[in-house]
Every structure is written in structure tokens, then in C-alpha cells.
């Protein structure tokens, strides 16, 4: 069952002929068995960080020198202030909590256990006494009594940080979170290193919190503007590329328009009678209507450069779509894919946050150089977290691994039923309930390899990202470099999985053999496989892009309404990716009903010939659409006699190099084009960058096409 084989296994898997759906065996089962013992790994970590009194300092919270709050501790030994009894103190209370050490991810800042937080700011010593004395919460060390707050010349050490600001408790967590916004704005000024002013950075953050329930609805328009186009896809898919050309046209101009709009508007806007914060902020806005004006008018030009290279395969695109919609009208369920696969991956990080959170307060007490307390762990068992790492990155690729096989698996039955009528009640349970009786090996398999791919492109980035400013040209070049194979082998990886688990819901055999299968139809087929990729990839991130300008067009229009006091460049870019994370989740079904289809479509027409007994399963649409190919080549002189046992692909070799050839030259113009209006270094170092991406990256490509369409057998004619 595994990888390799003998000469003569290999001589009958050539032989074997396919029989969709007809045998059922378990695949991949040492595969199961490995995936299985490896969560057993990882409840240890879970129920190891639990039993050792980590769950309690997580959620009750625990003071500087080892006391849980909340409850009575035992002393520890040469440890001052330990063994108290914090019965009454149920809440942890730093004394200067926004001092945060990032590089070691913890407050920097004494803590300790108090009766309740100051819910109002405290200015002065007198005030911290007067809090102590009506609460009974002492803020300051537990070696000063509230009367010596104001007297005691150690006050400036032993008492929190002056202006002590309001805080509120943490639900569940008992700690006393500040709730000025100040304290996260100094966070955020330490995690973006390239804001140098430190009051742009305030005054963006305050345009989120005061524009958050705007944020809130465009995100939730997203979502509904996300299933109205994936119901849409349903009825109309004959003609929703044709939709989504001219509305993304309009949309992508007047979306340009408006910018261009808003920018003029607002530059003309007097500005005699406004406070100097409120010019600060109207500058800000000005000068983020001019990038994303600059931005949305090049992405617009680049987009008709595309669209007018690949005008010519939009009959194969509607054929496609046209049957993948009709699976949906089939198979109501798949619209909801997303929506089970978020829910899973959430509530296995938040268990993986959790265990996470647990391993970061369990271990030993350790005393510190200021002697306080810390928990670590020591020996073997301080690698646990690795561990935890891995688990995050197999079981997370697991979970959408299991999304893409039950998919698979349903649109395959689909597919290979010949009377539609006959299909199962509900098909996506059918498939999930094969995948959990013979599948989840090939899964956990399939899910194993992207992870040993996507583990060393994790630690190479992270390798990057600490020594950045710091290594020569010839390292980072290094360095991006793998970092940038390494992506593409996954990407590669994760497109030749997903056809190895169609191949795999189809016959029922195991990962290697599926995946040698699939990737000798798609050799077969690399030109057909590379238009519905381009054309079929493009449309849907048509669709995508339209849901994104909508979303955005939307909120352009209600943050506009609050440009005099909000800074709204931060959430208007929050809402954008909100809304192309959402639309990629549901159109990312739809790209995988495409290519599910494309290769049964493929191997329907290697295996069957239309004969008697070897029947064609593909729809009438397909069939349509070949035979309308076949009579338009003929016509133009290019397909010769062919019948109904001949597949050609639905564009020539030749036209796909000239059209590579004429996207090549319009992306080179418009890329010289835009360097121009660049000056001096960054000209020189533009240039420099398109050059050399025009000339290893896109000449290759060019001439791999035209490799491959000379490698392209002749058609074949059948008297």
C-alpha cells in the first residue's frame, strides 16, 4: 500500500481499468494509525499542562511570587511573600500594565492579587488610599499598608505606576485589563515597527474602535453578498461570466471613479475653519485617498490587459460553470462546506490556544534575577511545544484535507450516477460517511506531506524575519529564494493532492497510487488543465474581487461620514480583507467542483469511448460543447475529420503561446510604464525587478507552453 512497488504491481495498476464507485476498501490504514497515536501525543500535552496546576494559574491568575488568586497557597521555599492566603483576592493586578516585553511575550511589571479593579483612573497616591481604604483593595506590595501609602518614602516602587488607569476584569481570566486604549495603541507602536509617528498610529487605531460597528455590518455584507453570489452560481452560471466581466468592468471604474471623486472633494474642501486635530486627521485621509486612487486605477488597467488576453476562453469557462452549477442545484449542502470546515478548524485552535496557554504557566517555580517567580518546564519535556506546533499544522491541513475528499466525494457520485434520480438522499453525508469508513488514512497521509512542506518554509521565514537589517544581499536573496520554492512546491503539493483524493473517491485506492494516476491524466491533459486553471481560477477571483469593491464601495461611502474625526484607512483595509478572506472561503468550493469534474471529465473520456457498454457518464453540456469545438475547428481548417471518440483540447498550443506571448508584452509595457514615473534609485531598481521577472519568469513560461503543445499527440481520426 505504499509508495513504492514491484515492476509487476506497477504493469497491472497500468492495466487496471477504473471502476467509479463500483469497489470500497480501506486506504492508507499505518497512515491512520500513525495520525491517531500522534492526537494521543497531543492529549498528553493537553492533560500533562492540566494535571500540573497550570489550568488554575491560567484561569484564576497568580501574583509575582507564586500565589494563585482566589485561593490559599503553600509556601515556597526562599521565597518571600509566598503561602499567602488570597481567598478574598480573586483578581491579578499589575502595577504598570502597559509595560510589555514582546521578544519574551509577558507584562513586564509586578503583579498582585487584589479584592477588585479600579474601575475609575487613579491620579494621585491619595487616591490609591482612598480606593484601598472604601474597597479593600490594596493596589500597592503586600509589605506597605494602605496608611503608608502617602507617607512611605518606597511609595515610587511598591505602588503602581502614576496615573493608575481604569481597568476592568477580564471575563473568566480575572486579570485587570486596562480599558483606555493607549496601552493597546503602545503595543501595536511595538509590533509595527514602520509607523514613526507614534500619533498617526494612535489616531488610526481610534478610527477602528470608533467605526467598529460599521466594521461589524460591512463584514457580515460580505458574508451575504458571498452566498448571494454562490446562489446565484446556481441559476444563472450560463451567463455569470459574462456577469461578472461587465460588473467588475463597472465596478473596478467606478470604484476608481469614486476615489478619484472623494480625493478631489476633499483637496478642495476649505479648511480655515476646522481645529488643527481635525487638519491632521483630514491630511491623513487625503493622502490615503491618493494610494488607493493610484492603486485602484493600476489594478484596473491590469485587470483589462487580463481580461483582454483571455476573451477567447470564456465558451470553455460557461460550459464548466454551466455543469458545476447544476451540482449545486443537486447538491444543495456544499454551499455550507465553509461553514462546517470554519467551524472545526475553530474549535480545534481554540483548543490548541488553551493547551497553549496551559503549557505557557506549568512547571517548576523558578526564582528570577528580581526574584520573582516563574514557571518552567525543564528536561525533555520543555519541547513539548514543538510538538504542540506541528500538531497545529498536520491536524489544521487534516481538518481541510477532510473538506476537500467529502467534496470530492460527493460531486464524484454525482458525476459517475447516470440517472441523476438515483442519487443518494443527502450525498454530502454519503461521502462523509465513506471518508470516515475508508478514507481518513489517504487523509491524514495527503495532510502529512504538506506539513513537512510547510514546516521548513514556517522556520525559513521565521529565520528571515529575526535577522532582518542584519544578514548580507546574498543570504536574504538566499533566503527568499527557498522561502519562495518552498511555497510553490505546496502549492503544487496541495493541487496534485486534491486530484489524488477525486481519484481516490472514484476507485478506492490508496494515496500513491491515486496520486500517480491523477498526475498522469493531468500530464495528459496539461493544456486543457492549464486554460480551466487560468480561465476557471480567473472568473471566480472575478467574483471575488467583486464582492471586495462592493464591500469596500459600501464602506467608502458610510466612513465618509466620518472623516472629521475618524481616521478610517485601517478599517476600511480590515473590512477589504474581511471580505476577500470570506469570498475565497465559499468560491474556493466552487474552484474545487471545477476541478473535480474536470478530472472525471478526463477520465470518463480516456477510459470510455461511447461503445456499447463503455458509455460516456459525462452531462449533455459537455458533450454540447465538444461537439461545438470540434465543428468550429473544423471550420477553421485546424481539426480535420474528428467523431464522437475524439477529445481535442479546447484550445490549440499555438494560441496559447501567442496569447502567453501578447499577456507578456502588455504586462512588460504597462510595468516599464509604471516604473517611469518613478525616479532616481527606485527607478533604477524597478526596472531592474521587472527585467529580471520578464526574463526568468515569464519567457520560461512561454517556452514550457510551447514545449507542451509540440509534445501533444496528433488528433485522432476514426474512419
Not at 470570506?582 to 472525471?600: G, R, T
Amino acid at each position: 500500500m505504499g509508495c513504492c512497488s514491484s515492476a509487476s504491481s506497477a504493469a497491472q495498476s497500468s492495466k487496471r481499468e477504473w471502476k467509479p464507485l463500483e469497489d470500497r476498501s480501506c486506504t492508507d490504514l499505518p497512515w491512520l494509525l500513525l495520525f491517531i497515536l500522534f492526537c494521543v501525543g497531543m492529549g498528553f500535552i493537553c492533560g500533562f499542562s492540566i494535571a500540573t496546576g497550570a489550568a488554575a494559574r491560567l484561569v484564576s491568575g497568580y501574583d509575582s511570587y507564586g500565589n494563585i488568586c482566589g485561593q490559599k497557597n503553600t509556601k515556597l521555599e526562599a521565597i518571600p511573600n509566598s503561602g499567602m492566603d488570597h481567598t478574598q483576592r480573586k483578581y491579578v493586578f499589575f502595577l504598570d500594565p502597559c509595560n510589555l516585553d514582546l521578544i519574551n511575550r509577558k507584562i513586564k511589571s509586578v503583579a498582585l492579587c487584589v479584592a477588585a479593579c479600579p474601575r475609575q483612573e487613579l491620579k494621585t497616591l491619595s487616591d490609591v488610599q482612598k480606593f484601598a481604604e472604601m474597597n479593600g483593595s490594596a493596589l500597592c506590595s503586600y509589605n506597605l499598608k494602605p496608611s503608608e501609602y502617602t507617607t512611605s518614602s518606597k511609595s515610587s516602587v511598591l505602588c503602581p505606576k502614576l496615573p493608575v488607569p481604569a481597568s476592568a476584569p477580564i471575563p473568566f481570566f480575572h486579570r485587570c485589563a486596562p480599558v483606555n486604549i493607549s496601552c493597546y495603541a503602545k503595543f501595536a507602536e511595538a509590533l509595527i515597527t514602520f509607523v514613526s509617528d507614534n500619533s498617526v498610529l494612535h489616531r488610526l487605531i481610534s478610527g477602528v474602535m470608533t467605526s467598529k460597528e460599521i466594521i461589524l455590518g460591512l463584514c457580515l455584507l460580505s458574508l451575504v453578498l458571498s452566498m448571494i453570489l454562490m446562489v446565484i452560481i446556481r441559476y444563472i452560471s450560463r451567463v455569470l461570466v459574462w456577469i461578472l466581466t461587465i460588473l467588475v468592468i463597472l465596478g473596478s471604474l467606478g470604484g476608481t471613479g469614486v476615489l478619484w471623486w472623494l480625493y478631489a472633494k476633499q483637496r478642495r474642501s476649505p479648511k480655515e475653519t476646522i481645529t488643527p486635530e481635525q487638519l491632521q486627521i483630514a491630511e491623513d485621509n487625503l493622502r490615503a485617498l491618493l494610494i488607493y486612487a493610484i492603486s485602484a486605477t493600476v489594478f484596473t488597467v491590469i485587470l483589462f490587459l487580463i481580461m483582454l488576453v483571455m476573451r477567447k476562453r470564456v465558451a470553455l469557462t460557461i460550459a464548466l460553470f454551466h455543469v458545476a452549477g447544476k451540482v449545486f442545484i443537486h447538491l444543495p449542502l456544499l454551499v455550507f462546506q465553509p461553514f462546517w470546515t470554519f467551524f472545526a478548524l475553530v474549535l480545534f485552535w481554540v483548543y490548541w490556544i488553551m493547551t497553549l496557554l496551559f503549557l505557557g504557566t506549568t512547571g517548576s517555580p523558578v526564582q528570577n534575577e528580581q526574584g520573582f517567580v516563574e514557571f518552567k518546564i525543564s528536561g525533555p519535556l520543555q519541547y513539548m511545544w514543538w510538538y504542540h506546533v506541528v500538531g497545529l499544522i498536520w491536524i489544521s491541513e487534516f481538518i481541510l484535507a477532510c473538506q476537500q475528499m467529502t467534496v470530492a466525494g460527493a460531486v464524484v457520485t454525482y458525476y459517475f450516477t447516470r440517472d441523476k434520480r438515483n442519487l443518494p438522499f443527502t450525498p454530502i453525508l454519503a461521502s462523509v460517511n465513506r471518508l470516515i469508513r475508508y478514507h481518513l488514512g489517504t487523509v491524514a497521509k495527503g495532510s502529512f506531506i504538506i506539513t513537512l512542506v510547510k514546516i521548513p518554509r514556517m522556520i525559513l521565514m521565521y529565520i528571515h524575519s529575526q535577522l532582518k537589517g542584519k544578514e548580507n544581499a546574498c543570504a536574504r536573496c538566499v533566503l527568499k529564494s527557498c522561502i519562495c520554492c518552498l511555497w510553490c512546491l505546496e502549492k503544487c503539493l496541495n493541487y496534485l493532492n486534491q486530484n489524488a483524493y477525486t481519484a481516490t473517491a472514484i476507485n478506492s485506492t490508496n494515496f500513491c497510487t491515486s496520486a500517480k494516476d491523477a498526475f498522469v491524466i493531468l500530464v495528459e491533459n496539461a493544456l486543457r488543465v492549464a486554460t480551466i486553471n487560468t480561465v476557471g481560477d480567473f472568473m471566480l477571483f472575478l467574483g471575488k474581487v467583486l464582492i471586495v469593491c462592493s464591500t469596500g464601495l459600501a464602506g467608502i461611502m458610510l466612513l465618509n461620514y466620518q472623516q472629521d474625526y475618524t481616521v478610517w484607512v485601517l478599517p476600511l483595509i480590515i473590512v477589504c480583507l474581511f471580505a476577500f478572506l470570506v469570498a475565497h472561503c465559499f468560491l474556493s468550493i466552487y474552484e474545487m467542483v471545477v476541478d473535480v469534474l474536470f478530472l472525471c471529465f478526463a477520465i470518463d473520456t480516456k477510459y470510455n469511448d461511447g461503445s456499447p457498454g463503455r458509455e460516456f457518464y459525462m452531462d449533455k453540456v459537455l458533450m454540447e460543447f465538444v461537439e461545438n469545438s470540434r465543428k468550429a475547428m473544423k471550420e477553421a481548417g485546424k481539426g480535420g475529420v474528428a467523431d464522437a471518440r475524439e477529445l481535442k483540447p479546447m484550445v490549440g498550443g499555438d494560441e496559447e503561446v501567442a496569447a502567453l506571448q501578447e499577456f507578456h508584452f502588455h504586462f512588460l509595457s504597462l510595468s516599464v510604464f509604471t516604473d517611469c514615473t518613478s525616479s532616481g534609485e527606485a527607478f533604477v531598481i524597478c526596472i531592474t525587478q521587472d527585467v529580471l521577472l520578464f526574463l526568468f519568469v515569464c519567457l520560461p513560461i512561454t517556452w514550457m507552453a510551447e514545449f507542451l503543445s509540440q509534445l501533444r499527440p496528433p488528433s485522432v481520426k476514426v474512419s
